[in-house]
C-alpha cells in the first residue's frame, strides 16, 4: 500500500527530505568555520551603548550534537521507511508491527484461555480472573452500545436484566456475540387497519404486561393482534428463535406506551448487533460470554 498516488510525488518528497538533510549539513559547517572579521574578533556589532557581539565559532558540543542529529537522520532513513514511499532495509510497517505484536500477546494469552475454554459458564462465573478478563473484554468492545454497567439504552438491549430476545445461555449469547443478530420487524400498520385500530393493537399490547390501559380499546384491538401472533407468539412471549420481543413483560427495548408501540407498528424496525468473530477469537468469545451471562444471573451479580 503507498501512500503516494505516482512515483512523482515519491521522488517529490523524497527529494525534499535529501535537500533538506545537505543544506542543514552545509549550513552547520559554514557556520563552524571560523572567518577573521576585526583584529578584536567582534563583528562590529554594538548594542546599548557597549554591548558588542564577538565572532565566536559555535561552540564544539554544539556543532558535534548537531552532526548526531544528521547522521541518525539519515541512518533511520535508510532503515525505516520515510524517503518517499522507499521501504527502508528493515522492511517496517505500523500494521506489521501491530499484528505482530497481537500474535505475541494471543500467544501468551493462548495457555490462560485454554483454561477456560473448557468450563462451563457457572464454573467461569466464579473465576475472578475470567471475569475480569471478560469485564475488560467487555468495556473494549461492547460498552460503547450496552453501557459500561451493561444496562443498555433505548434500541439497546439491557443485558443485565435476564429478558433475552435471541436467548440467555451461554451458546445462544456466544452465538449472539460471533455472528451478530438483527432484529427486523416490518411495518405491520397495512395489515392491521385503520390508524383507529393500530392504537387499539396499541392498547391491547399494553394490556398484555398489565401496564395501565383503555380496556374497551384494549378488547377491540385483541382480534388485530392475529398478524402480531405471527412472530410474537398468540400470547405475545416473544419467539427467541426469531429476536421478537416479549410484549407480556415491562420491558421495553424501544419506548413506552402507546406512541412508542403505534410507532413501533407503523414503521417497524431493524436493530442490528454487528457481528464480532473478526475482532475477537473464539476464546475471548468463550470468556465474554460467560461474563455477559453472569451479569443476569442476580446471585452472582449480588456476589460481585
Ligand atoms: C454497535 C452497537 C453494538 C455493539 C458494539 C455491541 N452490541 Fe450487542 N447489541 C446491539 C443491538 C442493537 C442489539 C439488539 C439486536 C436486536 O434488537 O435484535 C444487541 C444485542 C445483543 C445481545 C442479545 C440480547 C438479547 O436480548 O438477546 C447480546 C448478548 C449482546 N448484544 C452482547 C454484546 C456484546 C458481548 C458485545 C461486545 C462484544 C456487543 N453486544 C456489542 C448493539 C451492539
Ligand atoms: C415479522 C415479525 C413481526 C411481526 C409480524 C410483528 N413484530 Fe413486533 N417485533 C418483531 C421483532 C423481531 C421485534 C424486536 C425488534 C428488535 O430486535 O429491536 C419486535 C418488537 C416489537 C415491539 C417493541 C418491544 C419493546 O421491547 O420495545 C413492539 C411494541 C412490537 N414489536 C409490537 C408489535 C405489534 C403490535 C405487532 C402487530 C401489529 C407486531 N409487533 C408484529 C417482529 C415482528
Same mark, same amino acid.
Given at each position: 500500500?503507498?501512500?503516494?498516488?505516482?512515483?512523482?510525488?515519491?521522488?517529490?518528497?523524497?527529494?525534499?527530505?535529501?535537500?533538506?538533510?545537505?543544506?542543514?549539513?552545509?549550513?552547520?559547517? =559554514?557556520?563552524?568555520?571560523?572567518?577573521?572579521?576585526?583584529?578584536?574578533?567582534?563583528?562590529?556589532?554594538?548594542?546599548?551603548?557597549?554591548?558588542?557581539?564577538?565572532? /565566536?565559532?559555535?561552540?564544539? !558540543?554544539?556543532?558535534?550534537?548537531?552532526?548526531?542529529?544528521?547522521?541518525?537522520?539519515?541512518?533511520?532513513?535508510?532503515?525505516?521507511?520515510?524517503?518517499?514511499?522507499?521501504?527502508?532495509?528493515?522492511? !517496517?510497517?505500523?500494521?506489521?508491527? @501491530?499484528?505482530?505484536?497481537?500474535?505475541?500477546?494471543?500467544?501468551?494469552?493462548?495457555?490462560?484461555?485454554?483454561?477456560?475454554?473448557?468450563?462451563?459458564?457457572?464454573?467461569?462465573?466464579?473465576?475472578?480472573?475470567?471475569?475480569?478478563?471478560?469485564?475488560?473484554?467487555?468495556?473494549?468492545?461492547?460498552?460503547?452500545? @450496552?453501557?459500561?454497567?451493561?444496562?443498555?439504552?433505548?434500541?439497546?438491549?439491557?443485558?443485565?436484566?435476564?429478558?433475552?430476545?435471541?436467548?440467555?445461555?451461554?451458546?445462544?449469547?456466544?452465538?449472539?456475540?460471533?455472528?451478530?443478530?438483527?432484529?427486523?420487524?416490518?411495518?405491520?400498520?397495512?395489515?392491521?387497519?385503520?390508524?383507529?385500530?393500530?392504537?387499539?393493537?396499541?392498547?391491547?399490547?399494553?394490556?398484555?404486561?398489565?401496564?395501565? @390501559?383503555?380496556?374497551?380499546?384494549?378488547?377491540?384491538?385483541?382480534?388485530?393482534?392475529?398478524?402480531?401472533?405471527?412472530?410474537?407468539?398468540?400470547?405475545?412471549?416473544?419467539?427467541?428463535?426469531?429476536?421478537?420481543? /416479549?410484549?407480556?413483560?415491562?420491558?421495553?427495548? @424501544?419506548?413506552?406506551?402507546?406512541?412508542?408501540?403505534?410507532?413501533?407498528?407503523? /414503521?417497524?424496525?431493524?436493530? =442490528?448487533?454487528?457481528?464480532?468473530?473478526?475482532?475477537?477469537?473464539?476464546?475471548? =468469545?468463550?470468556?465474554?460470554?460467560?461474563?455477559?451471562?453472569?451479569?443476569?444471573?442476580?446471585?452472582?451479580?449480588?456476589?460481585?
Amino acid at each position: 500500500m503507498s501512500d503516494f498516488f505516482n512515483s512523482g510525488w515519491s521522488l517529490y518528497v523524497a527529494g525534499i527530505t535529501i535537500v533538506s538533510l545537505v543544506f542543514c549539513l552545509v549550513l552547520l559547517i =559554514i557556520a563552524s568555520r571560523r572567518k577573521v572579521m576585526a583584529d578584536d574578533n567582534t563583528t562590529g556589532h554594538v548594542w546599548d551603548e557597549d554591548l558588542r557581539e564577538l565572532n /565566536n565559532p559555535l561552540p564544539r !558540543w554544539w556543532a558535534g550534537l548537531f552532526l548526531v542529529t544528521v547522521a541518525f537522520a539519515v541512518i533511520y532513513l535508510a532503515l525505516y521507511p520515510g524517503l518517499g514511499s522507499n521501504k527502508g532495509t528493515l522492511d !517496517w510497517t505500523s500494521t506489521g508491527q @501491530h499484528s505482530a505484536e497481537m500474535d505475541k500477546a494471543r500467544a501468551q494469552m493462548a495457555p490462560l484461555y485454554a483454561k477456560f475454554v473448557g468450563q462451563s459458564a457457572e464454573e467461569l462465573s466464579k473465576d475472578p480472573q475470567a471475569m475480569a478478563i471478560g469485564e475488560r473484554l467487555f468495556a473494549n468492545n461492547c460498552a460503547q452500545c @450496552h453501557g459500561a454497567d451493561a444496562r443498555g439504552s433505548k434500541g439497546f438491549p439491557n443485558l443485565t436484566d435476564n429478558d433475552w430476545l435471541h436467548g440467555g445461555t451461554l451458546e445462544k449469547i456466544k452465538e449472539t456475540i460471533t455472528a451478530g443478530r438483527v432484529g427486523n420487524m416490518a411495518p405491520m400498520a397495512a395489515a392491521v387497519g385503520t390508524p383507529e385500530d393500530v392504537k387499539n393493537v396499541a392498547q391491547y399490547v399494553l394490556s398484555l404486561s398489565g401496564s395501565p @390501559h383503555n380496556e374497551v380499546a384494549a378488547q377491540l384491538g385483541k382480534p388485530k393482534f392475529v398478524v402480531c401472533a405471527a412472530c410474537h407468539g398468540p400470547d405475545g412471549k416473544g419467539m427467541q428463535a426469531i429476536g421478537s420481543a /416479549n410484549l407480556t413483560d415491562k420491558i421495553w427495548l @424501544h419506548g413506552y406506551g402507546e406512541q412508542a408501540i403505534v410507532d413501533m407498528i407503523n /414503521n417497524g424496525k431493524v436493530n =442490528i448487533m454487528p457481528a464480532q468473530a473478526a475482532r475477537l477469537s473464539p476464546e475471548q =468469545i468463550h470468556v465474554l460470554g460467560a461474563y455477559v451471562w453472569s451479569l443476569s444471573q442476580t446471585s452472582t451479580v449480588a456476589a460481585r
